[in-house]
């Protein structure tokens, strides 16, 4: 993206949410949350229905066009009246995937009658009258209508601004807010645009609500660390525990960022990869369908919301890639979970613990090619806890695991676990990857990787990962697989942050995968000055520090016992 671009959307993005975050009143973060993305949502869709609505217009009035309406053959009234006739026919906007909107779903008709509506109006809509309690009520009427008109996104959309505590001027506010979303710029489109502030405000809601945000949503550069190392170019994508869903987005984006490499067009290429995706939570579950249709993903996200453990919703998927930040440590997760489910193979997980249900659900369905990453709390490298360490092993032993990285702390929103990737396949065999990648062998062989130290501190809390630090690692592992050089990058063990091990080498560290055991200890470089005289010197400074202490403590007393307050 060029830096106009980015400067554009970073205002764009920073007013935006400065203004909502004023107008959300008392409202807490979380159904805010749904009131503001889903006006988004409505955006965007209103959004594209005008630029299509332009595009006849412009195909009316072209004589070599088909759909051309010669002014010789009508009055001018008659003209227009054929031109808004024709502008209203269904599907010319079906035809290009477009949602059809009804008069009263459309943006222009909430903006113009939102202010009407607060206590309650009658309104004309398509001819009909239809009484308006509230902005809410408006709201949710536009909704029912675009579920109405789109069997596809019947279930998808939250219909419940009417029972929003919010005060009724501040909704319809925040519906004059969203309009000042440009649709047009000179490089981006609308829904380059509104993609963006979509995943933009889920990640400002995420640290709003603080340890609930993280169930819906995974820091970006998390997402795309894992989707430039595992490269979902083409196939079948699938997350189990999707949340909003992160890694379709970034999979879409990683498409656009490599196409060029591969010279191939990036809008065909998408469309080569099929989204399937699962989530219990309900209203999660409609903020990631919303976030597919706003990017024009086609998806499958099951038949409704449910639980992966005991309603799975794609039975017979093999995926090509399989990735999920699953909820870290949850317990009780197994009420009417079959002791015998064949899910788990390599063992029956504890039921204080859910990391390896989750990890033997993802390879169960992962197809023979397949690869899978899970991200897990660093306890799932060396717990012995039950079973675990037998199911570890046993992964270990079947040679599934491929690489680990351990990732530094403070990068998540809703939790401070320290937290690690698994990345596994079921074939380690020289083959040609879904991404063109010419594989080596690497039977009996496992990369570790300690990326603690890498990425920067964003804000007083929060760490991140730069682009330059993802490219490191994903670079590193592309090039140990293939065993080629990729952008420069040639792979050799590195001191303090990678190490090729062989299982011979797990084995005797008792199967524990934390990275530091295998990477060691970085080297230090020889600042050329003797041991004698470098602690000559720092205990002359540690001195030189115990003294300025004790006349600063001293100074400090005698100001308290001044103040009547003596020690």
């Known amino acids: 993206m060029k830096q106009t671009e980015q400067q554009f959307l970073k205002e764009l993005e920073a007013k935006l949410w400065n203004a909502a975050d004023k107008l959300r009143s008392t409202l807490d973060a979380a159904q805010y949350k749904h009131a503001v993305l889903g006006l988004i949502f409505v955006k ?4 594209a229905f005008k630029i299509r609505q332009d595009e006849i217009k412009t195909a009316l009035a072209e004589p070599d066009n088909e759909y051309y309406l010669d002014p010789a053959d009508f009055s001018e009234e008659e003209l227009q009246e054929e031109i808004q006739a024709e502008l209203e026919q269904r ?7 477009v949602f059809w909107l009804p008069i009263e779903s459309r943006w222009q008709f909430l903006q113009d009658n939102g202010p009407l509506v607060i206590g309650g109006a009658e309104l004309n809509i398509d001819g009909k009258t239809k009484k308006i309690t509230s902005v809410g009520h408006l709201i949710d009427n536009a909704l029912e209508g675009i579920e109405r008109d789109n069997p596809k996104l019947k279930g998808v959309l939250n219909k419940s601004y009417s029972s929003l505590k919010i005060d009724q001027a501040k909704l319809n506010e925040l519906i004059n807010l969203i309009a000042t979303i440009p649709f047009v710029h000179d490089d981006l489109n609308s829904k380059d645009i509104l993609g ?5 405000m889920l990640g400002q809601f995420a640290l709003a609500e603080g340890k609930k945000g993280g169930q819906f949503y995974t820091p970006a550069s998390i997402v795309t660390l894992i989707v430039e190392m595992i490269e979902p170019f083409e196939g079948r994508v699938y997350d189990p525990a999707m949340g909003s869903g992160g890694f379709f987005v970034q999979s879409e984006k990683f498409i656009e960022r490599h196409a060029h490499e591969k010279q ?3 809008l065909t290429q998408k469309h080569k990869i099929s989204i399937y995706g699962q989530e219990y939570n309900h209203t999660t579950w409609q903020l990631a369908a919303m976030n597919m249709a706003i990017r024009g993903l086609d998806y499958d996200f099951g038949k409704e919301p449910a639980s992966t453990y005991t309603n799975v919703q794609h039975p017979d998927l093999r995926a090509d890639f399989i990735m999920a930040n699953p909820p870290f440590n949850m317990k009780e997760w197994n ?3 079959d002791d015998n489910d064949p899910r788990f193979k390599y063992g029956q997980p504890p039921s204080g613990n859910a990391n390896f249900a989750w990890m033997q659900h993802m390879l169960h369905h992962l197809a023979p090619e397949g690869s899978l990453a899970l991200l897990l709390a660093n306890g799932s490298m060396s717990s012995t806890t039950n079973n675990e360490g037998t199911i570890r092993q046993a992964l270990i032993e079947n040679d599934l695991i491929e690489c680990m990285v351990a990732l530094p702390g403070q990068l998540f929103t809703n939790t401070q676990i320290p937290a690690c990737i698994w990345f596994l396949t079921k074939n380690k065999n020289p083959r040609v990857d879904k991404a063109g990648r ?21 804000d007083r809390v929060l760490r991140d990962f730069s682009f330059d630090d993802i490219q490191k690692v994903a670079d590193l592992f592309h090039a140990w697989k293939t065993g080629e050089t990729v952008n420069g990058v040639t792979y050799e063990d590195q001191a303090g942050f990678c190490k090729s091990a062989t299982l011979a080498e797990i084995t005797k560290h008792d ?3 934390t990275p530091g055991r295998y990477v060691g200890a970085a080297d230090e470089i020889d600042d050329g000055v003797p041991f004698v005289e470098k602690m000559e010197m720092l205990t002359t400074k ?10 600063l403590e001293a100074e400090i007393k005698k100001n308290l016992a001044g103040l009547g307050y003596e020690l």
């Open 511 to 513: 199967f524990v995968l």
């Open 438 to 458: 010419k594989l080596r062998g690497r039977k009996g062989e496992v990369l570790f990787i300690d990326a603690r130290n890498l990425g920067f501190m964003k």
């Open 335 to 337: 009420t009417g979970v």
């Open 264 to 266: 191939v067009d990036a």
């Open 44 to 47: 965007y869709v209103s959004d």
């Open 91 to 97: 599907d010319f906007y079906t035809e290009k995937n």
């Open 542 to 551: 540690l001195s030189e520090q115990f003294t300025e202490s004790a006349k």
């Open 196 to 200: 963006h502030v979509y995943e933009y």
